[in-house]
């Protein structure tokens, strides 16, 4: 009896220590990497062209981003392609990274302009 009070006095512990812990982590906030997507002609994902030669382009596109040495940040960021023209959003580590990435994008015999529109993220001191 005494093991069973002590099992359920920790189980009760735990269960009020995780909920105060979920209660308390933060929330994401992408609404500032994300402003340029709301306006009405911004390029997002769900205007992608689904040709077969811009979805090919596009996976080049990201294939040269991949086997690149950049950040997983970098490798992470969104990239829409549509007429030979790039658009790249999300945040990288550094001004040297966002213009690797364009350059990266650049070099793609498909492209023909890029938009770049990536963010250097603040890191937390």
């Known amino acids: ?14 269960s009020i220590g995780s909920a105060s ?3 308390e982590a933060p929330k994401a906030d992408n609404t500032a990497q994300n402003r340029g997507a709301t306006q009405e002609e911004a390029v997002t994902a769900d205007k992608q062209s689904n040709k077969k030669d811009d979805v090919e382009s596009l996976a080049a596109i990201r294939k040269a981003v991949m086997d690149s040495d950049l950040s997983m ?3 992470n960021c969104k990239i829409l ?7 790249l959003r999300g ?3 550094s001004e040297e ?10 070099g793609c015999s498909c492209v023909t302009s890029v938009k770049n529109l990536l963010t250097v ?4 001191h």
């Open 21 to 23: 812990f979920a209660k």
């Open 81 to 87: 392609f549509s007429k030979g023209v790039v658009t």
């Open 1 to 14: 009896m005494r093991t069973f009070k002590s099992l359920a006095l920790v189980v009760a512990m735990l």
């Open 73 to 75: 940040d970098a490798k």
């Open 91 to 93: 945040a990288v580590d």
């Open 97 to 106: 990274e966002k213009a690797k990435v364009e350059s990266v994008a650049k």
């Open 121 to 124: 993220a603040k890191k937390p």
